[in-house]
């Protein structure tokens, strides 16, 4: 029997739309025949997940996303997953949705420490963690919180600045300004002032260094001299060591004792001194004694005729004797003092 060139064209058409049905499958991850290790998945949210995506376990591609589909209320999206091979995965193990922004979202499954593993068409346990963005969005969400309450109160604290800042307190602001100049020109001056004092060369302070110097060369030129001296020191210090200073004490004492006991017999009325010293009467006597001895004495030269008599025919003076001494002014000047 001769087949036709048409019924040629029309099977191989066919086989080709078939190959090519079967290989746009094969790619997306999807299979006509449902023949190997599936696994089950449910989330919240898709984050992007899309059939052909890759299936990683601990950052090694197992298998892909092999169909997604969502419940009738969007509020369940079911994910398959179909593995390489039969692994070991234990029945604790999570699924979670990797998203990329620079590529294709992923499905993650982390291995779980259970004993028991999972087997085909079983449900893995699912978890929500947050992307990149979503991480970078966490991140910058209290930064910008921050910054908007930063910028207001900025902004209130312009509204002062602009209030206060009214035009004689901008005048002052400019004086405030002006007389900053003056005091950082005068800082400027002082400053070239201290550099030119501390100059090594010429400045105050190397005249002060010369000066020590030179100090300090004099007392090394006169170091010989200064020994001399404090040998000489050193030998005074010993002689005067040396000196029995309690024998000296000891002297003093005695002699400090024995003028204590002078005064002492000074100030009794047992000795002749303290008697002297201390009796009254005595010294009335002595007063009295010496009040009539200058009577005396007055009147021997007021009449001396009454005492020694050298006239051969005058008659002794009996006129009345003196009873106290007579004031200096009524002495004749010859007698006066």
């Known amino acids: ?190 400053t070239a002032l201290l550099n030119k004092a501390l100059d090594l060369q010429t400045g105050a302070f190397a005249g002060s260094i010369k000066n020590i110097n030179s100090f300090t060369q004099n007392l090394a030129d006169n170091n010989a001299k200064l020994d001399s001296v404090m040998n000489n020191l050193s030998v005074a210090t010993g002689k005067l060591a040396q000196v029995d200073l309690a024998t000296t004490l000891d002297k003093l004492n005695s002699s400090m004792e024995q003028l204590s006991g002078i005064m002492k017999k000074a100030n009794s009325t047992d000795g002749s001194l303290g008697a002297l010293l201390n009796d009254r009467e005595l010294y009335n006597n002595f007063n009295r004694t010496a009040k009539s001895l200058q009577t005396l004495l007055d009147d021997l030269r007021v009449h001396p005729k009454r005492y020694v008599n050298i006239s051969i025919f005058g008659k002794k003076d009996k006129g009345n004797y003196l009873e106290k001494p007579l004031p200096q002014d009524s002495l004749p000047a010859d007698f006066r003092k």
Do not use: C
């Open 1 to 190: 029997m001769k087949i036709s060139n048409e019924t040629k064209i029309g099977a191989l058409t066919i086989i080709a739309i078939v190959l090519l049905f079967l290989g746009f499958n094969f790619l997306k991850g999807k299979s006509l025949f449902k023949s190997g290790y599936y696994l089950y998945a449910k989330f919240p949210e898709s984050n992007g997940l899309v059939a052909s995506n890759v299936v990683t376990i601990n950052g090694f591609q197992a298998g892909t996303v092999s169909k997604i589909s969502a419940s009738k209320d969007l509020k369940e999206i079911d994910v398959e997953v179909k593995l390489n091979q039969e692994y070991e995965i234990p029945d604790n193990s999570t699924a979670n949705i990797s998203s990329n922004p620079l590529g294709a979202s992923s499905l993650e499954i982390t291995l779980g420490d259970s004993k028991t593993l999972m087997k085909s068409k079983d449900t893995l346990l699912t978890v929500m963690t947050p992307g990149l963005l979503g991480q970078v969005g966490n991140q910058i969400r209290p930064l910008a919180e921050t910054a908007k309450n930063t910028l207001q109160h900025i902004d209130t604290v312009m509204q002062n600045i602009n209030q206060v800042m009214d035009s004689s307190s901008k005048e002052h602001l400019q004086e405030m300004v002006a007389n900053l100049s003056v005091v950082t020109k005068n800082l400027t001056q002082t």
